[in-house]
């Protein structure tokens, strides 16, 4: 018998409040299940999105629904209007037709727990390949605000990261947030591997977000296959995922992050990358009706990324603190470009990797000119700031002078400090690339490579 859609929607609202007066009665165990399910039915579907009447009175923006066809079809809601809701489908939707009946799943509210640590966690909260993963007494939710900017601690100490350059001359401090800028193929993904395994911290949480899956598998066996791996969790949304599916993904990460840092914990988040995050929030918001701006993206772009980065950071005196290292996709190795320009103005330092370095063959290829620490001065100590403030200096006037020198227009002797430069350059070059235990040695090797005695400074200074 076919039902009158203005009947089928009262029906609808009747399951709907059943459902809300039985949800209030249920227990902690049984509260996800949905007692009575809710129905729409598909009413167009063009483009990258599906319009579905009969929810519009029910839905709420993030809702999670399964479209009934020969296969089953999630998506999530990213607009409404009178007549309908917007889904944007997580998969493809060759085969579908109107008519098709949806219903709601539950919004998805995630409970991490200690028993994630060494595994892969999927957007949707499952373990990669489809298994149940297990799930703690808490619901975290994905876009939660973050702490009152009053109650927040300042940046804590300086952490040991296992590499030279940034024990010296950019310093992560516990509860820092910097950017790690980069064009394709000039060694993101290894740093990004050498810092997860180095940098000090409690738990570990890796966000790969638009990422190949072949990078993926890579990722998770330099990761995960390291001795401590029981610190770690990856969550991992590939390039051929939904927009939404990514977003999700992100925002996983980061309440798995606050989770951790709630217990009391010190967490370090890896999160590659920003950019993909960016483009994922420009789809949905294009889609669901946003004005496009700047390069197409939506003024609402810098909101979600500010909101994504503020949720890091120190955290409240009773809780922990999330020290956040993301990477922004660099085209062209242009830093102005917008969401590299955005995320410079919010983050609290930048590492920049040049493509020229590693044609050469110096990895990290950090360019140690462009790259800044805003933990820098406090950080160091007066020795310690006098030396980073010498190697700068070398670094400077030998780049300065790189032309003149290269083409073998530069006599020896003209220039004292251009000679200096020139005989300190490859010592400093080497530097960049030295591992480290900790920062005191990082700034031993840094006095070998600029040839300067540590104590004659420490003495000029008394």
């Not at 993963?133 to 939710?141: N, R």
Request: negative net charge.
């Amino acid at each position: 018998m076919k039902i009158n859609r203005k009947v089928e929607n009262k029906l609808n609202w009747c399951a709907f409040i059943m459902t809300r007066s039985l949800g209030a009665k249920l227990t902690s165990e049984s509260k996800f299940v949905n007692a009575i399910q809710i129905w729409g039915r598909v009413s167009a579907i063009h483009g990258g999105i599906i319009r579905v009447s009969g929810l519009q009175d029910f839905a709420c923006i993030g809702d999670l629904v399964v479209i009934k066809s020969n296969f089953d079809v999630p998506g999530e809601v990213i607009a409404i209007d009178q007549d309908d809701v917007i889904v944007i489908p997580e998969c493809a939707v060759a085969g579908l037709s109107p008519g098709e009946r949806v219903y709601f799943a539950r919004r998805f509210l995630p409970r991490p727990t200690i028993e994630w640590l060494g595994h892969i966690i999927s957007p949707n909260g499952t373990l990669v390949g489809g298994a149940p993963a297990p799930v703690g007494e808490t619901e975290m939710p994905l876009n939660a605000l973050p702490p009152v900017s009053t109650e927040r601690r300042g940046l804590g100490p300086r952490l040991n990261s296992g590499l030279s350059v940034f024990d010296t001359f950019l310093p992560i401090c516990r509860g820092q947030r910097i950017g790690i800028f980069a064009g394709s193929g000039v060694g993101k993904s290894s740093l990004l591997a050498q810092l997860a395994n180095n940098v000090e911290a409690d738990v570990v949480i890796v966000a790969l977000i638009g990422e190949r899956s072949r990078e993926v598998r890579e990722f998770a066996n330099d990761i995960l296959g390291a001795k401590d791996s029981t610190r770690k969790i990856i969550v991992a949304s590939d390039c051929s995922e939904s927009a939404t599916s990514k977003r999700r993904g992100a925002l996983l990460a980061i309440a798995t992050a606050e989770y951790f840092r709630d217990l009391g914990l010190h967490v370090l988040l890896i999160f590659d990358s920003i950019t993909r995050f960016a483009d994922a929030h420009r789809e949905i918001a294009l889609t669901s009706g946003e004005t496009p701006s700047l390069r197409a993206y939506p003024p609402s772009t810098f909101g979600a990324i500010a909101a994504l980065a503020e949720r890091t950071g120190p955290g409240s005196h009773k809780s922990g603190d999330i020290t956040a290292i993301f990477s922004v996709l660099v085209a062209g190795s242009d830093m102005e470009e917008p969401i590299a320009d955005m995320t410079r103005s919010i983050l609290d330092g930048h590492i920049v990797l040049d493509r020229g370095i590693a044609e050469r063959g110096r990895f990290p290829a950090i360019d140690i000119r462009r790259s800044v620490s805003r933990s820098l001065p406090k950080a160091a100590n007066d020795t310690e700031n006098i030396l980073i403030a010498r190697g700068r200096k070398y670094l400077g006037i030998y780049e300065d002078a790189h032309t003149i020198i290269q083409t073998g227009l530069y006599t020896a002797g003209s220039d004292k400090n251009i000679d200096e430069a020139i005989e300190i350059n490859p010592k400093l070059d080497a530097f960049a690339s030295t591992l480290s235990d900790c920062c005191a040695n990082s700034f031993v090797q840094l006095e070998n490579a600029l040839q300067i005695d540590m104590q004659n400074l420490e003495t000029g200074q008394k």
